[in-house]
């Protein structure tokens, strides 16, 4: 069920003139033509996900992007250090996947390294939180070095290939 457009006059003028510098006239949009391409996404998805939805429509943003839409796991502390298994979404904000992508890269190197450099790899994320939005409760990075250690002696492949091979075989 398609959501009621505004009236063509309720529109700023500024997001007028860019739907007409798209192609876009007062008529067309009255008669509810596609604004994706006046929006600058004729070749490329509003949003990543959608790329997944419809590969056939963005089989070339996908073959320059082809972790778009994945979903992307995250080591939150969770209340009982014993459930170890990270937390996977495909709605993390790009600031958190940022957060995410470092804090799992320093649990890599934890574990290819020495137990005397832990406290400098993953000191950096202690009280570093993700999350608090989009229904996403807000949740402190893993940083205790018996869970973390814990957590990759169960490890029997080496997860950290790739988050988003990894996130696969976590699943949802």
């Known amino acids: 069920m398609s959501r009621q457009r505004k009236s063509w006059n309720s529109l700023s003028d500024a997001y007028r003139r860019r739907l007409e510098r798209g192609g876009i006239s007062r008529q067309a949009y009255e008669s509810g033509a596609s604004l994706s391409k006046a929006r600058g996404h004729a070749a490329t998805p509003e949003r990543p996900a959608d790329a997944r939805r419809n590969p056939g429509r963005y089989a070339d943003y996908l073959a320059r992007h082809p972790n778009a839409g994945k979903d992307f796991p995250a080591f939150v502390r969770q209340a009982d250090p014993s459930n ?89």
Not at 85 to 110: C, F, M, Q, Y
Not at 116 to 134: A, S
């Open 84 to 172: 170890i298994r990270p937390e996977v979404r495909d709605n993390w904000s790009t600031r958190d996947k940022t957060k995410l992508a470092k804090h799992w890269g320093a649990i890599g190197k934890h574990r290819m390294s020495h137990d005397d450099q832990f406290g400098t790899l993953l000191g950096p994320f202690e009280n570093t939180h993700v999350g608090g939005y989009g229904g996403i409760p807000k949740q402190p990075l893993e940083t205790r070095k018996d869970v973390i250690d814990a957590y990759l002696q169960q490890q029997t492949e080496d997860p950290f290939e790739t988050l988003y091979e990894y996130a696969a075989t976590l699943g949802k």
